[in-house]
């Protein structure tokens, strides 16, 4: 760990503090991402190395490398510049973001999901605090791999997980989590950056489960394409079997023309 300077805190998650770090010898700029580990919690501490180790993909934050130092475990990873989705999304205030730009992003995440997917690995934690922009605001880079679940056998993972907002409805009447419960919250990632408001709101756990187990969530504004919206609507299907999977919605007309020009 001597290799690496800490410059500053970048954020503050469930479990410990992320910084800004940069390599002595290269001058690169790295994360440096900080989870305490005593003994009973070493496993959960493991898991997001785990992962990362086994992703590749220029939307999903690259690995660097793992360090234990005192009680904590360092994980050393890519740096995206440009924040969070979340930050990026509030910093337009009232405006809206362009539908071109809402899809170039969208297209992105569903690309890195499906690779992520492919691997047989579910993210569960897909929310856009979690989602990372590059300088120029251009690229989205999935990160915060915490809670991620490599799927042995089984394609579910049983226990609740997750976000309160973007909890979908099998997990509020908790059944297991699956590969559609990511495309649920891709879903909702896709009506915040469309609306800039979060899908699912409510003042108390009670009442935001009851609006998710009814879908209801404010009509999309009618300036956005149809195209869009119908995928919205396909992605928060109360019923997980009709919702599409991650390769089926990259299929989808509002998505394919730009998921084509992606790489
Ligand atoms: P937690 O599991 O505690 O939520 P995250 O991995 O989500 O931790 O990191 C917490 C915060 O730190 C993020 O919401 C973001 O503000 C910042 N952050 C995390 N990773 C990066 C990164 N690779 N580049 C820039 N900022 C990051
Ligand atoms: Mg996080
Ligand atoms: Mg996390």
């Known amino acids: 760990m001597d290799q690496y300077d800490r410059l500053r805190p970048l954020g503050r998650g469930a479990f410990g503090v992320v910084h800004l770090g940069r390599c002595r010898q290269t001058r690169r700029l790295v994360v440096l991402k900080s989870i305490p580990m005593p003994e009973e919690d070493t496993k959960q501490a493991l898991n997001e190395v785990q992962v990362l180790r086994l992703l590749s993909h220029p939307n999903i934050i690259e690995y660097v490398s793992s360090h234990v130092q005192e ?10 510049p440009g924040g969070t989705l979340r930050d990026y999304l509030l910093s337009l205030q009232q405006q809206t973001m ?7 992003f969208f297209s992105q995440m569903l690309i890195a999901v499906q690779h992520i997917h492919s691997l047989n690995i579910l993210h569960r934690d897909l929310k856009s605090e979690n989602i990372l922009l590059d300088r120029e605001r251009q690229v989205i880079k999935i990160g915060d791999f915490g809670i991620s679940k490599i ?10 997980v997750g976000t309160p ?5 099998e997990l509020c009447e908790g059944r297991p989590y699956n590969r559609k419960s990511d495309v649920w919250a891709l879903g909702c ?4 950056m469309a609306t800039l408001r979060r899908t699912f709101e409510a003042a108390t756990l009670a009442a935001l489960v009851l609006k998710i ?3 209801s969530y404010a009509p999309l504004p009618a300036q956005l394409s149809a195209g869009l919206r119908q995928l919205v609507t396909a992605l928060l299907s109360l019923d997980q079997t009709r919702r599409p999977s991650v390769t089926q919605a990259i299929a989808h007309p509002a998505v394919a023309p730009f998921a084509c020009r992606l790489f």
Request: negative net charge; proline residues 3%; charged residues 20%.
């Open 213 to 215: 187990l009814r879908g």
């Open 165 to 169: 907002c973007y909890l979908s409805p």
């Open 98 to 104: 362009e539908e071109e730009q809402v899809m170039h």
């Open 189 to 192: 990632l896709l009506y915040e």
């Open 151 to 160: 799927l042995a056998t089984k394609t579910s993972a049983s226990s609740v």
């Open 71 to 80: 009680q904590s475990l360092v994980i050393v990873m890519e740096y995206a």
